[in-house]
């Protein structure tokens, strides 16, 4: 069956500029996570959906990072005015339903680039 | 900031062998824990998880073990083989603060034939 899918693959984005980055979960799951994972580096939380609750934005690092999720389905990153740190792997993931830490199951990732 | 010059901890073991990962953790009130393999590339493959009433739980050729009293977590394979070389992850989550995951630094595993 399908799994988490992200697009696109690849970025490089100039500094300054806004970029999208997109996830698609398992059909039917009503949880999806953003993580953020730099470089020789363990994932970050970003952020957490989950059905219609309200985002747990916690782990959002700035301003500039926002995220949507979209009939509870295909969700949005988006970075503003990117900067160079923002260099990394960006991994979303979705699982069947919280309570609990049911598991999770990630996409390939999008590996960004700030030049 | 950036992360030039980190270096993950690395494990070298033999076709064959047994592998021990380890992994502190760092929230005591954490009370579900994952350890994840992620091969170059790829994201994280879920291996298997434990939840804090239980010391040890055991897969196909893994087996976790928590030690709740020094918050410290491993994962053991059985029989290594060339296909486990990858980064190994653990991760920990507080029930009451919803699914996030809190994850280390990892480990790499290489498998020598």
């Not at chain 1, 959002?60 to 990394?88: K, N």
Request: proline content about 4%; some cysteine; aromatic content about 8%.
């Amino acid at each position: 069956g399908a799994g988490v899918s992200q697009s696109p693959s690849n970025k490089v984005t100039e500094k300054g500029k806004d970029v999208e980055l997109r996830c698609d979960p398992i059909s039917g799951h009503t949880a999806l996570y953003w993580y953020r994972q730099s470089l020789g580096q363990g994932l970050e939380f970003l952020i957490y959906f989950q059905g219609n609750s309200a985002p747990d934005k916690s782990g959002l690092p700035s301003d500039r990072f926002s995220a949507e999720r979209t009939g509870g389905s295909v969700s949005t990153l988006t970075i503003q005015r990117t900067q160079q740190e923002d260099s990394a792997v960006y991994l979303c993931a979705s699982s069947a339903g919280y309570p609990e830490g049911d598991e999770q199951y990630f996409g390939p990732g999008t590996r960004l680039t700030v030049t | 900031g950036e992360n030039v010059g980190l270096h993950l901890p690395t494990l070298s073991v033999q076709e064959g062998d047994n592998s021990i990962i380890n992994c502190a953790y760092s929230n005591s009130a954490s009370d579900y824990f994952i350890w994840y393999k992620q091969e170059s590339g790829k994201g994280p493959q879920f291996i298997i998880d434990i939840r804090s009433n239980m010391d040890k739980r055991q897969g196909q050729r893994v087996t976790v073990l928590l030690n709740k009293t020094v918050k410290h977590l491993s994962l053991q394979i059985a029989a290594t083989q060339p296909g486990d070389s990858a980064v190994y992850f653990c991760a920990e989550n507080v029930s009451n603060q919803g699914g996030k995951l809190i994850f280390g630094q990892g480990t790499e595993l290489s498998v020598k034939p």
